[in-house]
């Protein structure tokens, strides 16, 4: 069963990803980025990014991205302590601690942040 939910979640985080890179990359107007929009709630802004490596191992520090139903968040972004520069993870068997059945990626932000998606 833990098997299952896991493939669940990441089917999710997967279509989440795919679905808001989709959505709004047709409308973006500053040319930059192709990877998902990501919220940061600490700033209110929106950052558009570019995926650089999926997956990575789990070696290091990430800062955890949670998929939401208005797409992709964070709470540190850009110039705060707490931003680890786009080394992210995703909580995909929700235990709610970074282990080997979450995901793993690197994906920056590209600044400046903006307060519409």
Same mark, same amino acid.
């Given at each position: 069963?833990? !098997?299952?939910?896991?493939?669940? !979640?990441?089917?999710?985080?997967?279509?989440? *990803?795919?679905?808001?890179t989709?959505? *709004?990359?047709?409308?973006?107007?500053?040319?930059?980025?192709?990877?998902?929009?990501?919220?940061?709630?600490?700033?209110? %802004?929106?950052?558009?990014?570019?995926?650089?490596?999926?997956?990575?191992?789990?070696?290091?520090?990430?800062?955890? &991205?949670?998929?939401?139903?208005?797409? %992709?968040? !964070?709470?540190?972004?850009?110039?705060?302590?707490?931003? *680890?520069?786009?080394?992210?993870?995703?909580?995909?068997?929700?235990?709610?601690?970074?282990?080997?059945?979450?995901?793993?990626? *690197?994906?920056p932000? &590209?600044?400046?942040?903006?307060?519409?998606?």
């Open positions: 069963m833990k !098997t299952i939910k896991s493939i669940t !979640t990441a089917c999710l985080i997967g279509a989440a *990803l795919v679905a808001t989709a959505a *709004l990359a047709e409308e973006r107007t500053t040319g930059r980025g192709t990877g998902p929009i990501i919220y940061v709630t600490s700033q209110g %802004l929106f950052y558009d990014s570019i995926v650089v490596a999926d997956p990575l191992p789990m070696k290091g520090n990430f800062q955890q &991205l949670i998929p939401g139903m208005n797409g %992709l968040s !964070t709470e540190f972004g850009p110039g705060e302590v707490g931003h *680890l520069g786009g080394r992210w993870w995703v909580d995909v068997d929700g235990g709610g601690v970074m282990d080997a059945g979450d995901h793993y990626f *690197l994906c932000l &590209l600044g400046p942040g903006r307060a519409e998606m």
